[in-house]
């Protein structure tokens, strides 16, 4: 048997915590463990989920991706972290909405320093980059 300490309950919290009883003979001690454990594996274990990216802007024009990014959320805290490593993508907002208005102002960036730049000026990782997103759009821009 497990060691147990005393503690002092409120009668009003005691009572909630009979009303949190899944049978009659679940303790105090097992209510809480349980309720701890369910607070615990809530929102910290669950694996980020993905949402993909299917338009994006690019000088106040909205473009159809030819592939959706998948772009993976996690929270933490009140906030929503949205990130693809591979498309150099990464914000973090209150909300899901202002995450991916910031995603997509990332994504503009990315084409303005990479796309719209002198493509001799560029060295041969950002050259691979630049192609990479130039083959998501497949409208001329």
């Known amino acids: 048997m497990q060691s147990m300490s005393s503690i002092k309950i409120a009668t009003g919290v005691k009572d909630r915590l009979n009303g949190l009883k899944e049978h009659p003979r679940e303790t105090y001690s097992d209510v809480i463990e349980r309720l701890v454990n369910e607070l615990a594996t ?3 274990d669950q694996p980020p989920f993905q949402i993909p990216l299917l338009y994006v802007r690019i000088r106040d024009t909205i473009h159809t991706l030819d592939h959706p990014i998948d772009l993976s959320c996690e929270r933490d805290n009140e906030d929503f972290i949205l990130y693809n490593h591979e498309f150099h993508l990464l914000a973090t907002a209150p909300n899901l909405h202002e995450a991916l208005v910031e995603i997509t102002d990332e994504f503009e960036e990315n084409w303005k ?3 719209e730049q002198d493509i001799h000026k560029l060295s041969s990782g950002a050259q691979l980059f630049r192609q ?3 083959s998501l759009i497949p ?3």
Request: glycine content about 0%; proline content about 0%.
């Open 132 to 134: 990479k997103l130039i």
């Open 113 to 115: 320093d990479y796309v």
């Open 42 to 44: 809530d929102t910290h």
């Open 139 to 141: 409208e001329e821009i």
